[in-house]
């Protein structure tokens, strides 16, 4: 069916049928807010809607342009537009907002059958938390619902900047009483970042990713967690989606979705309850709620391609709001299936324990006992150099928190 929505003036297109309730849901559109017009008539949320159907989607809450914003919900002054939405809301409803696009993540997770959840109140889960915006706010909300949620720093000994976010993850979890794992790269497997990447020749981001992803499971699969859950959100998503549709990397795209289920021994669930919210809400909600963050970007990402993506999907968002979204869930909804039953990358792996340390791998020996061995057996060469790119890494940001 043709939806026509307006302010900002765009068409979505949805296979029907589906209550004018349903299409509301699709969009993210309260519907206090608006009216449904279909053939004409005014129509409410029971009224079913055919493939064929044409309705259009009128605000109705003025005070966009020109006027200062009011609370969708409850009219006070709004702290927050969201173009996307259509909507501007007070801090409280804010709050409400964000913890809402969660629950539905959680509770209706693409790709998944109807009945199943990321996860479930019994579980225990392990949230990945780098002391930056996404995982706290995440942190924050998932205790707000009531979860039994630990969270894990993994400190990838980069100066300055790994030591302040990592007070920064003990401020919240002392704060809250909650507690926090941490594991240190140079501690527990005698590397760091910038070491590990000079010694294997290897670009920092390459080492980091594989050693944090390892270090996540190993730590849920230790300690007896049962859902490792982490705070890639809308941005990070969709710029990692546009990254695998340039190179059309299919198996990459049969395994982006947000929840991975654990196929194996020694193997846990990975899921992603921020994919709906974007990095400015997630940014909003960190400072409506209080919630201190590291703000400086790591110091080694040069040249990291997502950060270009990631322009090339703003401007399109700045013209269009809802670009990203759309193109996210749209591959969630329809393309994704597709790819995980007929991708090449998307046959079932034959995973065994890795003969080193018993994780699950596809080959004999992980490939992050293989990163591992290889930086260890030429780190002595490299000592010198990773000293320098710590020390680099050390000058204080000019916004580090004092
Ligand atoms: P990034 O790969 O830096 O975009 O981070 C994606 C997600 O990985 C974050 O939202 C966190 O959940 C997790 N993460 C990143 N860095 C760390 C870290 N040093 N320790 C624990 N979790 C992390
Ligand atoms: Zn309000
Ligand atoms: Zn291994």
Redesign the pocket.
Known sequence: MRVRLRNPERVETLPGPLTVAEVLDRLDVPAHTVLVIHDGQLVTAGHELGDDAEIEIRPVISGGAGSSPRCVQCRAPAVIEEPRHRSAWCPDHFVDHVTMQVRKAIDHPPLADPHERMFHYGDRLLV???G?K??LALWDVLLGLGYDVDG???G?GIGGYSRR?QEICEGFAEARGVRLHVVSLAETYGYTTPSGSAAAGRSTCGVCGLS?RYAFNKVAVDEGYDVVV???NLD?EAATLLGNVLRWQDDFLARQRPVLPATGTNQVRKVKPLYRLSEREMAAYCVVRGIDYVVEECPLVDGNTGHELKAALDALEAGAPGTKAQFLFGFLDRHAAKWSDDAPGAEPLELAACTTCGMPTTVEVCAFCRQRERILAALPLFEGASDDAAAAADAPAADAPA
């Open positions: 990945a938390v780098s930056g996404d995982s894990l720093y993994v990838l976010s944090k982490t705070g890639h990070d």
